[in-house]
């Protein structure tokens, strides 16, 4: 069984950070692509960073040069660290599985077909 869990959310002031974690199972974690998304309330989930089996990282412009992933193959376990927090980037965070293995990166929500069950991150201003 796949299984996403995130956490490491919460409030924090704008010009803050906090970094999530995103814990996998049920599935060879080092083979897979693995993308971070947010969706704020009311909107459409979008596409915030991914990090390729191949340690290939890409951002949406809205967070380059704030955000970092990474991941740890050992711990099956994949971080965003997020600095420079503004009021916009308040969401709910969601990680996934890349649906295929040993894929470059992709930044459609459909490429993505395991999701985690989000964790809140609020900025305030």
């Known amino acids: 069984q796949v299984q996403l869990v995130e956490s490491g959310g919460g409030l924090v002031q704008a010009g803050g950070s906090l970094t999530l974690s995103c814990a996998a199972s049920?599935?060879?974690?080092?083979?897979?692509?693995m993308g971070w998304f947010r969706q704020a309330s009311g909107k459409e989930r979008d596409f915030v960073a991914a990090?390729?089996?191949?340690?290939?990282?890409v951002y949406a412009d809205s967070v380059k040069g704030r955000f970092t992933i990474s991941r740890d193959n050992a711990k099956n376990t994949v971080y965003l660290q997020m600095n420079s927090l503004k009021p916009e980037d308040t969401a709910v965070y969601y990680c996934a599985f890349d649906r295929m293995t040993y894929r470059a990166v992709r930044t459609s929500t459909h490429e993505y077909d395991y999701w985690g069950q989000g964790t809140q991150v609020t900025v305030s201003s």
């Open positions: 049920g599935r060879t974690f080092s083979s897979y692509t």
């Open positions: 990090i390729s089996w191949r340690y290939t990282a």
